[in-house]
């Protein structure tokens, strides 16, 4: 992978292109309220990344980064992104995203709706459960004692082994939770959601979650 591209510059979105770039990539970056409004940011990251249309930035992208909120899912271009690893950050908030059935009944899950969307792309649930801050400051290099893992999810065995190569040069270890139907065991309140795990805890954590009877 060269270029990283996200259709999203939120928390997330803007400290994923600062570890990009700091890594070596170089970040084609959106968002819903066009280039301009990211001149700022792109001017901290310097030479190597630049403002687009999500739509440029699906292009661009060898891996996408898809991350915004989940009420906006259908603006997310889906031709551009046919065939592409797609990084899912996306959380389910009722009280901002309004309620969606079968999230509240457990029927599926974020990623599931996300994949569904882009029915030819590869989705992997990432970096959802990592407060934004924490991805510029927790990372440390690979064999690191007490290094922070970050939980996977997905149906496409080279595209997590992708994700997982990505997330080690970011400085975290992975845990790979299984194919999307599985990535309810890292959403929001699961025991793993947030807290700072090492790979043998979080796998301790993803294992206590409990699915609500549906």
């Known amino acids: 992978m060269e270029t990283l591209g996200l259709i999203g510059a939120g928390h997330i979105g803007s400290q994923l292109a600062r570890l990009a770039v700091k890594h070596g990539y170089d970040v084609v970056i959106s968002n819903s309220r066009g280039p301009q409004t990211l001149a700022d940011l792109v001017h901290e990251l310097g030479p190597h990344a630049r403002a687009a249309t999500p739509d440029e930035a699906a292009k661009a992208g060898d891996i996408v980064v898809v991350t915004i909120p989940l009420k906006n899912l259908r603006d997310v271009p889906v031709q551009p992104l046919s065939g592409k690893i797609v990084i899912d950050t996306l959380n389910y908030y009722p009280q901002r995203d309004g309620h969606m059935a079968d999230l509240d009944n457990e029927k599926t899950t974020t990623s599931e709706l996300v ?3 882009l029915p030819a792309s590869k989705v992997v649930k990432a ?3 990592i407060y934004a801050a924490e991805l510029t400051t927790h990372g440390q290099p690979h064999g690191s ?3 922070r893992a970050l939980a ?3 149906n496409d065995a080279r595209a997590k082994m992708e994700v997982a190569a990505l997330l080690d040069q970011f400085g975290f270890d ?3 939770v299984g194919p999307l139907s599985e990535s309810w065991r890292i959403q ?6 947030g807290p700072r795990r090492t790979a ?3 796998r301790e954590d993803l294992a206590a979650a409990k699915r609500p009877p549906q």
């Open 200 to 202: 043998e805890a979080l």
């Open 145 to 147: 004692p007490d290094r």
């Open 115 to 117: 994949q569904a969307h």
């Open 127 to 129: 970096f959802n459960h």
């Open 174 to 176: 992975t845990v790979d």
């Open 152 to 154: 996977i999810a997905g």
């Open 188 to 193: 929001r309140d699961t025991p793993g959601y």
